[in-house]
């Protein structure tokens, strides 16, 4: 049977759209259909399905979960301002996909001449390239999902002309810096903590969630649970079993069974870590560096390369996916390559021409 003919215009590429073209679609009022879909899925019910299907199907960690609603919502009042209503889930077009990342950027003002009320995402001007990026692939998982679900018939999200992200060399502290770090400390959990973090490379998500079930210490092992759900084996060092069990001495009494709990028994909380670390900085003189939970996990990887330790084995302990990921501490080695180069200069040292 012959085709039947579609007004539709071929898309073309996004990576081929200019610079201009994108800024284009910013003046070009959207052209939002009555219905784009049979269903006419409702925009926030489009959401709580794909919430469900993050935590029931992929088993998406509940601050993962957290991280994708709070995109959606800045994405719907986005919507909310620039369409004057959130249209339905099959009604948003690529056109209103780009001008929220132009917003995020900041492009869209500078060529305009007004200023976005307060709280609107138009005020988020000059947003890093990374968090543009990670939005943008947020509304890429979502309506993604909707359109293998049957809800809408395209993805708008599709294959967005990204932003450049510079990717910057992991910081890390040196050796004494280390042991300025941990000698700085004399609170038993803040001391465990740091040491444990030092030690294992564990994200600072995945040390607040360790349960008393997951410590080991007989073994000298811990039980994480990662990104994704995913659990990995990590092994305690000796350091961090003495902490640990300095710790669980001075522990407050509580029923809570996290193995980190705040003064009144509760969880310890993600963003206390980074109080904490920050105190302990400020005692060890090294503040302003902009040393954080993150980057004791980027010192623990740059240390076990500098000692030899292959990419792989880093690669299992960190918990990455991809083998790129943890490369990157290869390159941020400067030592250990002058160390190499080094080592080959006494290979092809000449006799001294005075002798």
């Not at 300025?180 to 001391?191: E, H, I, K, N, S």
């Not at 410590?215 to 994480?224: C, E, F, S, Y």
């Not at 305690?236 to 709990?261: G, K, M, W």
């Not at 292959?310 to 990157?328: E, F, I, S």
């Amino acid at each position: 049977m012959p085709r039947k003919p579609t007004s539709e215009k071929p898309r073309k590429r996004a990576s081929a759209e200019p610079e201009e073209g994108i800024l284009a679609l910013w003046e070009e009022p959207p052209a939002i259909p009555e219905m784009a879909t049979e269903e006419g899925l409702d925009f926030d019910d489009a959401v709580a399905r794909f919430m469900e299907y993050l935590r029931a199907y992929r088993s998406y960690s509940p601050l993962t979960v957290a991280a994708y609603r709070r995109d959606l919502a800045l994405f719907r009042k986005f919507l909310q301002r620039r369409a004057e209503s959130v249209p339905q889930a099959g009604a948003i077009t690529r056109q209103l996909v780009v001008q929220f990342a132009l917003s995020l950027s900041g492009a869209a003002l500078r060529r305009g001449s007004g200023q976005a009320p307060k709280g609107d995402p138009e005020r988020s001007r000059g947003a890093a390239p990374l968090t543009v990026r990670r939005k943008l692939a947020c509304l890429s998982s979502f309506f993604g999902f909707l359109e293998d679900m049957g809800h809408i018939r395209g993805n708008p999200a599709h294959r967005l002309p990204l932003p450049k992200v510079d990717q910057p060399l992991p910081v890390c502290l040196s050796e004494a810096e280390i042991r300025r770090l941990v000698t700085a400390g004399d609170d038993p959990l803040l001391r465990a903590l740091v040491v444990l973090l030092l030690t294992t490379g564990l994200r600072r998500a995945e040390a607040v969630s360790i349960t008393l079930d997951n410590v080991d210490l007989k073994n000298g092992q811990l039980l994480v649970h990662g990104k994704g759900a995913k659990e990995r084996i990590v092994p305690l060092s000796d350091p961090a079993i003495a902490e640990i069990q300095h710790y669980l001495r001075h522990r407050p009494t509580t029923n809570c069974d996290r193995l980190f709990v705040s003064q009144s028994g509760g969880p310890l909380h993600p963003q206390a870590v980074n109080r904490l670390l920050e105190g302990l900085l400020e005692r060890a003189g090294l503040e302003g560096r902009g040393i954080t939970p993150h980057k004791l996990r980027h010192t623990f990887a740059t240390q076990l390369i500098r000692q030899g330790v292959d990419v792989r084995t880093v690669q299992d302990l960190l918990g990455h996916n991809k083998l790129d990921t943890t490369a990157r501490y290869l390159h941020s080695d400067t030592r250990s390559k002058r160390a190499a180069v080094d080592r080959l200069s006494d290979l092809v040292a000449l006799p001294d021409a005075a002798g």
